[in-house]
């Protein structure tokens, strides 16, 4: 899959949720990655190869032929944050608006003069180190070749969805569910803390000043009821009439509300608020965003003078983020708020529910992003998955963000999306920072609080642990806990687990006592609890492979305990087995053990062989690729034993099936002039090859790693198979999205019964860094076999990739592989169509309506067994004629119906007798039948 663009969006599910985009301070390499930064699109850039190789390619187009165009600069810059860790207080915002600026002014300073010499126009940000600047191809060229240039990106815009309204849920004793669900009245109640002395902020698209639920808390709002807005509100991008607060979208009101807002909305009613407006209306500027950034460390009057860094809030709540992924744009940003003591609270992202779906920001380490829960305390579908950056467990939190009343321009509303639930998280900690404020400004500890007194919640679907997790992270959100953890005496507890003398890592290390939590030992077996309520706890600690240990421990008030802890191993026995399937060994397979660490890999004969405690496990032997289907067996161990598999191989509706190849890769000797991006030429084959069982004397071969029967095809976002969208009809040895560079080529082979295709060390697109090698062999009775090497980087593995073949309509295919680790270095897979088959094609005339599906299933496995779900579905191309072909035993009775799924899911079956027919011993059977008739 390919970002040709940078992408960022509102994380709205049933709501907008953020904003993020043209990352001005993204790594070089993820600029490679996303724009393809060694790929030549447009007119590329006079000068050196890596100034060239630091534009982005959509820049190069902007400026082709005397145009001119908006692009980001962004510099090497370096740390200017050594003061600002040393200072305490509202003085480390102060060493950040001083140090880091100065440091940004000094980096800038040459490019500056350079662009006052050829009168561009330009804007620089001391927070990012990065400058807007507005040239032709010969600023660009110049502005690449200075050494202190990392990257130039293009100027895109960042568009936000539609907002969509949740449903009302019922108040708790006159408080919003969620508020109740955190705690937050307790803390009022019992600790008489609203969040009083505290500033927060949000980077949004503004807020309603006046708002009745608002009003009285904005830090602007003076004593005699008259208003000030400067260092209170900040327009970067002038929307607002006059200069004065405003919200013209409703989000950003919504999101202050649920912090600061009166009458039950809000987590922390106390805390004073002050507004930026980063986005300007359903489109945020990155100008308008860096523009926040800037002025959250030093409020300005409303002009954009007079910075005071002493008025800094204490919080800022950011409810956007960009596409999934990590793209370090924001980073500097986010990292100088972490320096000037203010917590940057973001949401996680509406991308879910697929793993590795967490948005930009959200995903950075230094970031605390929040995913969203229920009123049923059910994760919500489209909270976005971890891991973040550098593998880390994101979100870091879970808090309540389905179906939140809050406060919108002229009233309420309520709303749905990580929007909602990153803003308890940020009012929580006003309410920490109000209760203990020793506390304010150390970011450190109050992440460490909200982590050891998160509600654990148990999914590790997406990675992690039952304490910690990709869903999850720490767990539910609770205000009252974590205000209650730092006002109380507290203490420390770490420790080394190991056995046999080693580290153990993975071990869970579960406490009970005035808290109760679990987390797992890391790499070198060490544990800790940074912060614990003091009072004495039993700890228990297990890990797999080890009998469990437990003790007990106090904890005191300031003091560090610590329990080390040698765990004795368990009995155990070795499992040994070979897999099959179809009487071939499968090689590559793994094969695990349920709910255990324990995984091994079966060698290139199919065997395998592990060590196993006593006890009874469910073992899982699962396929590379989608030749056999994956098959579970009880196993209980008491003793050593074999247990060979034989695991069901598959096929689709025409009897296509795989195997592991036999035969080596073949190499090919004629070039195809084929080059560069999303390219296809034809080729005639020196032989009529069989593809569900039409035969083909021409083909186009596609840059793309794919063989096309019907037209050329240059689609570069792969898909699973079948699906009856373009392309169609065609084999799929490596579907990605490649490029053909000088270093690689695409080649054919011809004998009198082979035809090879050869994709010889292709890149993928946007990264050189990562190679791959296919050989594709085309045999006479349409057997085909798919040959890989010269694999380099991940992708190269198949974990973007497409690797199968398909039917002309789209209907029947056989995916060996789909977005998953199924080739390595020297392996290979052989596609057999059936053997002893005719060849079957049904053909309806049926009249539908926009919606429905025409189906045929029947008495004989290859047409479902009657079972609906697996009947096979008709090609509309010829419509009112459906069509499908299949494979079908000869000599065979066969009954079967034809049927319409509707738009409901529910099934019309034909009206009239069941359809017989009994196949013939050789050719076709064909059918021309109406629906019902």
Request: hydrophobic share 40%.
């Amino acid at each position: 899959m390919r970002l040709r663009s940078w992408a960022a969006a509102f994380g709205a599910a049933t709501v907008m949720t953020g904003v993020a985009g043209a990352p001005p301070a993204a790594a070089a390499q993820g600029v490679a990655a996303a724009q393809g930064a060694t790929v030549a699109h447009g007119n590329a850039v006079q000068g050196d190869s890596a100034a060239h190789h630091k534009v982005a390619a959509k820049v190069k187009t902007q400026v082709a032929n005397g145009k001119t165009a908006s692009f980001w600069v962004m510099l090497r810059g370096g740390d200017g944050l050594a003061a600002a860790r040393a200072a305490k207080g509202k003085a480390k915002a102060t060493a950040v608006y001083r140090d880091v600026r100065a440091g940004a002014n000094r980096d800038q300073a040459a490019l500056r003069t350079l662009l006052g010499k050829r009168k561009a126009k330009f804007q620089a940000y001391w927070i990012a180190d990065t400058m807007r600047v507005t040239g032709d191809a010969g600023t660009l060229a110049a502005v690449a070749a200075r050494p202190e240039v990392k990257a130039v990106l293009p100027d895109d815009p960042i568009r936000l969805p539609a907002v969509q309204a949740g449903a009302a849920q019922a108040e708790v004793q006159s408080v919003e569910w969620n508020i109740d669900r955190i705690g937050a009245p307790r803390v009022w109640s019992e600790r008489g803390d609203t969040g009083a002395g505290i500033v927060v902020a949000n980077v949004d698209t503004g807020v309603q000043f006046d708002h009745p639920a608002l009003a009285a808390n904005y830090r602007g709002r003076n004593a005699d009821g008259s208003v000030s807005h400067d260092y209170n509100w900040y327009d970067p991008s002038h929307t607002c009439a006059d200069n004065l607060p405003c919200d013209n979208a409703g989000h950003g009101t919504h999101t202050m509300g649920t912090m600061a807002g009166a009458d039950g909305i809000g987590v922390a009613p106390g805390a004073k608020w002050i507004a930026a407006k980063g986005c300007e209306t359903n489109s945020c500027s990155i100008g308008a965003l860096l523009a926040a950034g800037q002025w959250i460390v030093a409020p300005t009057d409303r002009a954009g003078a007079n910075p005071r860094p002493d008025l800094a809030p204490d919080v800022v709540n950011n409810s956007w983020g960009g596409g999934s992924g990590f793209d370090p744009w924001y980073s500097e940003v986010v990292n100088n708020w972490v320096g000037a003591g203010i917590f940057p609270a973001f949401s996680n992202g509406n991308n879910g529910p697929i793993c590795g779906s967490s948005s930009t920001p959200g995903s950075y380490t230094a970031t605390y992003a929040s995913g969203v829960f229920d009123v049923n305390n059910t994760i919500a579908s489209f909270s976005s998955r971890g891991s973040g950056q550098d593998g880390t467990v994101k979100p870091d939190i879970a808090a309540p963000g389905v179906d939140v009343r809050s406060s919108i321009p002229g009233g309420y509303g309520v709303y749905s999306g990580t929007s909602m639930a990153s803003p308890h998280t940020a009012a929580t900690v006003a309410l920490i920072w109000a209760a203990a404020p020793a506390l304010r400004h150390d970011i450190a500890a109050t992440r460490e609080i909200l982590d050891e007194t998160a509600i654990d919640t148990d999914d590790t679907s997406c990675g992690g642990t039952a304490a910690d997790n990709n869903v999850w992270g720490q767990g539910k959100l609770d205000a009252y806990a974590a205000v209650t953890l730092a006002v109380s005496p507290a203490g420390s507890l770490s420790g080394t687990v190991t056995g046999a003398g080693f580290p153990v890592s993975g071990a869970t290390v579960t406490i009970a006592g005035p808290a109760s939590k679990s987390l797992t030992t890391t790499a070198d077996g060490g544990y800790r609890y940074a912060r614990l309520l003091a009072g004495n706890y039993h700890v228990r600690i297990t890990a797999f492979g080890y009998d469990t240990f437990e003790g007990d421990v106090s904890i005191t008030g300031g003091g560090s305990a610590r329990l080390d802890a040698a765990l004795t191993t368990s009995a155990s026995a070795l499992i040994n087995g070979l897999l099959t399937s179809g009487g071939s060994p499968i090689p590559g397979a793994s094969v695990a053990l349920t709910g255990t660490p324990v995984s091994v890999t079966s060698d290139s004969g199919g065997h395998y062989r592990l060590a196993v405690p006593l006890g009874s496990y469910e073992l899982v032997a699962r396929p590379a690729g989608g030749c056999a289907a994956p098959t579970t067996r009880p196993l209980t161990v008491t003793g050593d034993q074999t247990l060979d598999l034989d695991l069901p191989l598959l096929s689709d509706h025409y009897g296509y099936t795989c195997a592991a190849a036999t035969e080596g890769y073949s190499e090919g000797s004629q070039q195809l002039q084929i080059t560069g991006d999303d390219s296809s030429i034809a080729v005639t084959l020196p032989f009529s090859f069989p593809l569900y069982g039409v035969a083909h004397t021409q083909a186009w071969v596609g840059s793309n790693g794919l063989i096309a029967f019907d037209n050329a095809s240059t689609s570069f976002s792969n898909t699973t198979l079948p699906l009856n969208t373009e392309p169609n009809n065609a084999l799929y040895p490596f579907w990605d999205d490649l490029y053909i560079d000088a270093a690689a080529g695409v080649y054919t082979a011809a004998t009198a019964d082979t035809f090879v295709v050869e994709w010889r060390n292709v890149m993928f697109f946007g990264d050189s860094a990562q190679r791959v090698s296919v050989s594709a062999i085309l045999h006479t009775d349409g057997t085909v076999t798919y040959r890989y090497r010269g694999l380099i980087g991940e992708r190269a593995t198949g974990t973007s990739a497409t690797i199968g073949l398909e039917n002309a309509g789209g209907t029947d295919g056989f995916a060996y592989a789909y977005l998953t680790n199924a080739v390595a270095d020297g392996s290979g897979v052989t596609m057999h169509p059936p053997a002893n088959r005719i060849a079957a094609t049904f053909n309806v005339t049926a009249t539908t309506v926009w919606g429905q599906n025409v189906y045929v299933v029947g008495s004989i496995p290859e047409l479902g067994q009657w079972d609906p779900v697996r009947a096979v579905p008709l090609s509309a191309a010829t419509y009112p004629v459906w069509s499908a072909s299949l494979s079908l035993p000869p000599n065979t009775p066969v009954e079967f119906k034809y049927l319409i799924k509707n738009t409901d899911g529910s099934w019309t079956w034909e009206p009239t007798p069941n359809r017989t027919t009994v196949t013939p011993p050789t050719g076709q059977y064909i059918t021309h039948d109406t629906f019902g008739s």
